[in-house]
């Protein structure tokens, strides 16, 4: 029986778009640096007033999204069954969206398997970590997982800049919508709403890339406090300004008030990153809050909350809060 034949078949419209990258010229020749591939789909009839653009996490790509690694739907299929257009994109360099080193520039790292297996199952909360959709044990199913991982940017500042560009041409193009971030998209979120404040309604973060001022591994510095690229803080500060300042001392006028909601797991060790990365948005004028699944009655997630088994129940708080708080 064809792998196809259990899946129920759906009344939804889609399309895809490119947003252009800069033009580069080289030795005589036109080149175009870090385009975006966007793919779009929609149910029958958009119920909800603003899209959703889902921004995958580090090294991964758009297909995060899409389906579980178990074969269920994911959290783009839902936000469509929910009435809202949605937006996937694969950040420049990353998934459908061209990395060359001589317009981009030198590669980070490759993702490796020990690292993939460090962030979604660490051994030291594998008790309270019951919820991912496959065996830890399935060297055929970490195969798959791992394939749709590729190198990142080496100059974090650089790529972060360069994909909030991208996004930000995506919300000219499309309208206003809302913005969902994993992991090291994050901080592309804030950049985004900095440089779109009207075109950005709300943003829910999945466990953002953090804590402020940190320096992540393989990855890079967050120089600038929530970010490696610089934000429009006022007053004007420099990165060590930043580090030295009590929080609210500097504020971010372009999110004043901006609903964002990040999203954490009770077995994930990334969580502990989210509580200061929100009270330093706090301090900087956005209307940030902090939701812990644990406390919603969704227990046993990891770093991979939007894939794992109980993905629906996950996103089932992150609905409720979308319908309160998209800015109208």
């Not at 009344?11 to 580069?24: N, T």
């Not at 909800?48 to 297909?63: A, C, I, M």
């Amino acid at each position: 029986m064809a792998f196809w034949t259990n899946t129920p078949a759906r009344l939804v419209r889609r399309g895809h778009i490119w947003i252009a990258g800069d033009r580069v010229e080289q030795d005589g020749l036109t080149y175009q640096r870090g385009p975006l591939f966007a793919e779009w789909e929609a149910p029958e009839t958009v119920t909800q007033p603003w899209p959703v653009v889902l921004v995958h996490g580090g090294g991964y790509q758009s297909t995060e999204w899409l389906d579980t690694p178990d074969g269920r739907p994911g959290w783009q299929q839902r936000l469509v069954e929910a009435g809202y257009a949605t937006v996937i994109v694969d950040r420049p360099g990353q998934g459908r969206s061209p990395y060359h080193v001589d317009t981009i520039g030198p590669m980070g790292p490759p993702f490796s398997y020990e690292n993939g297996k460090k962030i979604y199952t660490p051994e030291a909360l594998a008790e309270k970590h019951t919820q991912w959709p496959f065996d830890r044990d399935d060297e055929a199913a970490w195969d798959e997982f791992i394939a749709g991982y590729g190198p990142l940017p080496a100059d974090l500042a650089f790529s972060q800049d360069m994909e909030a560009d991208r996004i930000a041409k995506l919300l000219d193009s499309i309208g206003p919508a809302i913005l969902l971030t994993h992991s090291a998209s994050g901080p592309v979120g804030w950049l985004v709403a900095d440089r779109r404040p009207d075109l950005v309604k709300a943003i829910v973060a999945v466990e953002p890339m953090g804590p402020p001022f940190a320096d992540i591994p393989d990855i890079g510095s967050l120089s600038w406090g929530l970010t490696a690229a610089p934000l429009t803080w006022e007053p004007a500060a420099t990165p060590q300004e930043l580090r030295d300042a009590a929080p609210g001392t500097y504020r971010l006028p372009a999110l004043a008030n901006l609903p964002i909601l990040a999203v954490t797991a009770d077995a994930s060790a990334f969580a502990a990153a989210s509580p200061p990365a929100i009270e330093r948005l706090k301090a900087a004028g956005a209307a940030a809050e902090l939701m812990h699944l644990g406390d919603y009655g969704v227990h046993g997630n990891g770093h991979g909350l939007i894939y794992e088994k109980n993905s629906d129940a996950a996103l089932a708080p992150v609905l409720a809060w979308l319908e309160r708080h998209s800015r109208i």
